[in-house]
């Protein structure tokens, strides 16, 4: 259900223009925040395509911008960034293109080689090397990196 309605076709149009020239949105936020203004089926299609038509909304631009980001500044990992992608009803082949754009513009194993560095020397004070080595991988899948891509990291 819809939201009661407190605001004009035109008044939803400068609210969700001024919502996705904040940040970058996916279209399925948007979708909701029109859903809360409370705008009928018609009007909400109406508005998004005159987003895309303005280049407000891009979905391939938000997840490429989503997947750069949530690497370098939150050092996530390919399966939580996949899985963040996908929570925002993100098509899979623009997905897919935004991480291999992850890939060739950010260095991924460099940053997963510094959040490894400086969880093992978090670790130190376990006294097992299995068990620190066991906590360290658990924390770095629960970041969303591969097995495969930290097993064979080297550690100081």
Known sequence: ??????????????????????????????????????????????IINSLIENKFL???????????????????????????????RIDREVINDAIQNMYSEENYIGILQDVANRKWQELIKEKDPWMRKQKLFRFLASRGFNYDEFSELKFD
Request: charged share 30%.
């Open 58 to 88: 891009d979905d391939e631009r938000f997840a490429k911008a989503y997947a750069v980001g949530k690497l370098r500044i939150k050092h996530w990992g390919v399966n939580k960034i996949k899985q963040g992608l996908q929570l925002k």
């Open 1 to 46: 259900m819809s939201a009661p309605r407190a605001y004009d076709l035109t008044q939803m149009l400068q609210k969700s223009e001024a919502f996705c020239a904040y940040q970058e949105r996916s279209s399925h936020e948007v979708l909701e925040k029109l859903k809360r203004l409370g705008a009928q089926e018609g009007e909400i299609i109406q």
